[in-house]
């Protein structure tokens, strides 16, 4: 099975910050990488698809990068609703696995 | 708008058994594979299963924690996802979605993404 591997798994910071997360797949996975935001209490949603295509309706202060074991989301500004946990995964092989996750927290 | 709800949930004892239901609208879910991805308390997101369209092979496909346990089966003419989870364990205790993989191509490459999901029914096992 692929690892994937997040860091930090969580991190203070203010409104306006920019923020970037990291995501480490033991293995190639291309850009089969997918990010997800998830709420307390809430499904996911996604955020980014194909390691860097930004899903419908999300806002452009998100972004992604990286392709082969190495990738990054970032928000260039955060905003209050931004607080949550995001996942990332890959979509390369069976069967599909997550990171550990990353909590975003006001400091 | 598509909608994707989850039933079935509730209280079981360890060895007991469970049947999931996720209903599906607003969306062709014949053409789609639809996945489980479930959520211990407090914990990360573990894909369960998957159930490939008429087309893909094999049909469905297990995570390891959960093979020989649990069966994934769907009905097209119901639009509707099932888990049927028996000899459950404690560890098997967690909110259950569904997802609905909602693959596309580019330059020839084929890729696959959770593009809905439901709101999640919860699974607890205890004596």
């Known amino acids: 099975d692929i690892q994937m591997t997040q860091s930090p798994s969580s991190l203070s910071a203010s409104v306006g910050d920019r923020v970037t997360i990291t995501c480490r797949a033991s293995?190639?996975?291309?850009?089969?990488l997918n990010w997800y935001q998830q709420r307390p209490g809430k499904a996911p949603n996604l955020l980014i698809y194909t390691a860097s295509n930004l899903q419908s309706g999300v806002p452009s202060r998100f972004s992604g990068s990286g392709s082969g074991t190495d990738f990054t989301l970032t928000i260039s500004s955060l905003q209050p609703e931004d607080f949550a946990t995001y996942y990332c995964q890959q979509s390369y092989s069976s069967p599909r696995t997550f990171g550990q996750g990353a909590t975003l927290e006001i400091k | 708008e598509v909608l994707l709800v989850e039933s079935g949930g509730g209280l079981v004892q360890p060895g007991g058994s469970l049947r999931l239901s996720c209903a599906a609208s607003g969306l062709s879910f014949s053409g789609h594979f639809m996945d489980w991805v479930r959520q211990a308390p407090g914990k990360g997101l573990e894909w369960v299963g998957r159930?490939?369209?008429?087309?893909?092979?094999?049909?469905?496909e297990n995570a390891a924690s959960v093979e020989g346990r649990f069966t994934i089966s769907r009905d097209d003419s119901k639009n509707s996802l099932y888990l049927q989870m028996n000899s459950l364990k404690t560890e098997d205790t967690a909110v259950y979605y569904c997802a609905g993989d909602i693959g596309y191509c580019s330059g020839g490459t084929c890729y696959s993404r959770y593009y809905y999901w439901g709101q999640g029914t919860l699974v607890t096992v205890s004596s």
């Open positions: 159930s490939r369209n008429s087309a893909g092979s094999p049909t469905t």
């Open positions: 293995q190639n996975i291309a850009n089969y």
